[in-house]
């Protein structure tokens, strides 16, 4: 119940003469058929092809139908050829399980939230140490590069901007 039965024939005219007005038809007690017939028209010698059906049954239990196909010869006679089926068709049984497919669980691989916290606070430090050490280098390369001028030296020395011939 609740699923689609494909009922399908194949048919080929094998004989020298072609069939005309090819009709094919699903009748029964117990179903619903998506397209009850089917008009296919002139088979040639040789030529053939199929027809599906989907049935839906109307209640558990056993499907009894046919396939009647039905054409015409060169002179016009009619001729019906029909080919019965039987099926049997069970109650749908419901299962909660199969419903929807559960997800399934990831568990969170890797540091917990405190530990990340921890590593970035760390990571602060160091980055912090670093731009102390570099300003404190470069504060003793500029007191290096700065002469230390005492008042009691003695040299004799003209800063004079002036003067051209300053001597050190």
């Known amino acids: 119940m609740g699923e689609s039965i494909y009922c399908s024939v194949s048919y080929v005219k094998i004989s020298k ?3 005309y007005n090819l009709s094919i038809a ?3 007690t117990g179903f619903t058929a998506s397209e009850a017939s089917s008009y296919i028209g002139n088979v040639q010698a040789g030529s053939g092809d199929y027809y599906e059906a989907n049935l839906t049954a109307d209640a558990p239990g056993t499907i009894d139908g046919k396939l009647i196909l039905t054409y015409e010869d060169a002179s016009g006679k009619q001729f019906s050829l029909e080919r019965p089926f039987t099926t049997t068709v069970q ?4 299962d909660p399980g199969m419903d929807m497919p559960e997800e399934p669980v990831v568990e969170e691989t890797g540091l917990p939230l405190a530990g990340k916290i921890a590593i970035g606070v760390g990571a602060g430090v160091v980055v912090i140490v670093v731009v102390v050490v570099i300003l404190k280098v470069r504060r003793k390369r500029r007191r290096k590069a700065v002469p230390d001028f005492d008042e009691d030296d003695d040299d004799n020395v003209d800063y004079d901007e002036d003067n051209d011939d300053d001597q050190y």
């Open 26 to 28: 699903v009748e029964g």
């Open 91 to 94: 109650e749908m049984t419901y």
């Open 17 to 19: 003469n072609p069939i």
